[in-house]
């Protein structure tokens, strides 16, 4: 079993900028790709940003491209995700997320999820 804990969320103006950590426990993460999602209220979870096993390779929606960054520690049992130049409409509850291997934007590829953290981008 893996366990995934998010981290970092807050209360930020336009502009401003956050970063996520997900703190990952149990078996080894060594082998799992790991995502960010997130959902606003009365909204479908969105895929954000993934990192591959490896961390190789980076994948970003086009919305939060150039201004967002995935990363993981050597180890592999940290995630962050740093947010730059946030906006309004970056507020939501942001998850992460584990997969075996290789990157994806479903949410439902993913086997584990972290509770959530809440990020709200005021104007």
């Known amino acids: 079993q893996v366990q995934l804990v998010e981290s970092g969320g807050g209360l930020v103006q336009a502009g401003g900028s956050l970063r996520l950590s997900c703190a990952a426990s149990?078996?080894?993460?060594?082998?799992?790709?790991m995502g960010w999602f997130r959902q606003g209220p009365g909204e479908e979870r969105d895929f954000v940003s993934c990192?591959?096993?490896?961390?190789?390779?980076?994948y970003y929606a086009d919305s939060v491209k150039g201004r967002f960054t995935i990363s993981r520690d050597n180890a592999r049992t940290t995630m962050y995700l740093q947010m730059n130049s946030l906006k309004p409409e970056d507020t939501a509850v942001y998850f992460c997320a584990a997969k075996l291997y290789y990157c994806g934007t479903s949410p439902l590829s993913y086997d584990y999820w972290g509770q959530g953290t809440q990020v709200t981008v005021s104007s």
């Open positions: 149990g078996r080894t993460l060594s082998t799992y790709a």
């Open positions: 990192i591959t096993w490896s961390g190789g390779s980076t």
